[in-house]
């Protein structure tokens, strides 16, 4: 007869469960819940207190298995040895922090004066990072608003925060400005929006064909901004100067 203690069935689960990588535990609750995760999608909600220091440490470990199949000597090497946890608290908390963490704080306030011209926000200067390549994308934004007497109105630094949020993930640019208007076209109900953007992409200028004068720009035109020709053109030629 044995003389072990049995293990209770909860205390095997919960050992179990303390065992599991905290990256699968976030994964299987956000396939549970049917719902997307591409790179530049935002899974703050299925992030529990406390998980995300766990996933910088789990990132660490791993980036530093790439270090060494990169042939890199992480021990003796002054330089990278703690570049594992430098590049995972990078990746967590700054560059990749727009996936981890929910929308800054927006408060909006009436249009009580009944504004209806033409207001323009830029150039906002925005980072992100190439989801092919993970290169540097840097540049800049011009948000276009024609509010109407029932828009929502948004303090004028919470733009620069709403696109650092949207931006602050692996992205494609032209994905990257259309998650941008979407976000203040719901916050705001204008009658019209409009983002131009315009970045150097390192992915072009680091590596390929290394062409460093290369710039992509794109535009995203909502409401009046789409209908109106007028006002289209006078928002792109206010924003050349």
């Keep these: 007869m ?10 095997t689960i919960a050992y179990k469960a303390v065992n599991i990588p905290v990256s699968q535990r976030i994964r299987e609750r956000i396939v549970a819940s049917n719902t997307r995760f591409h ?12 998980e995300l220091a766990e996933l910088q ?6 980036m ?22 430098r590049v995972a608290k990078m990746f967590i ?8 963490v929910p929308m800054p704080s927006v ?30 994308i840097i540049g800049k934004v011009w948000i276009g608003v024609m509010p109407n007497e029932h828009s929502n109105l948004i ?4 733009y620069a925060r709403i696109a650092e949020w949207i931006m602050s993930r692996p992205q494609i640019q032209e994905e990257a400005v259309v998650q941008l208007a979407d976000t203040l076209q719901e916050k705001m109900q204008p009658d019209g929006l409009a983002v131009v953007m315009e970045a ?33 053109r006078e928002f792109l030629s206010l924003i050349k100067r």
Excluded at 2 to 11: G, L, W
Excluded at 39 to 50: H, L, S, T, W
Excluded at 64 to 85: F, K, Y
Excluded at 107 to 128: C, D, K, W
Aim: glycine share 6%.
């Design 155 to 158: 303090g004028l630094s919470k």
């Design 107 to 136: 408060t909006e306030f009436p249009n009580a004066s009944h504004l209806n011209e033409l207001m323009i926000i830029g150039p906002i200067t925005v980072r992100s990072a190439c989801s092919h390549h993970l290169c540097p």
């Design 57 to 62: 440490a789990e990132v660490e470990e791993k």
């Design 93 to 100: 908390n700054e560059v990749f922090g727009g996936r981890y």
């Design 39 to 50: 790179a530049n999608d935002n899974i703050a909600r299925f992030i529990e207190a406390g």
């Design 64 to 85: 530093r298995a790439v270090l060494q199949s990169l042939v890199i000597d992480t021990e003796s090497d002054h330089n990278t040895q703690d570049t594992g946890r």
């Design 200 to 232: 150097d992409h390192f992915c072009m200028h680091w590596r390929g064909v290394k062409d460093s004068e290369s710039k992509m720009i794109n535009s995203v035109m909502h409401g009046s901004f789409l209908k109106d020709p007028n006002l289209r």
């Design 2 to 11: 044995s003389n072990e203690t049995p293990i209770a069935p909860n205390a």
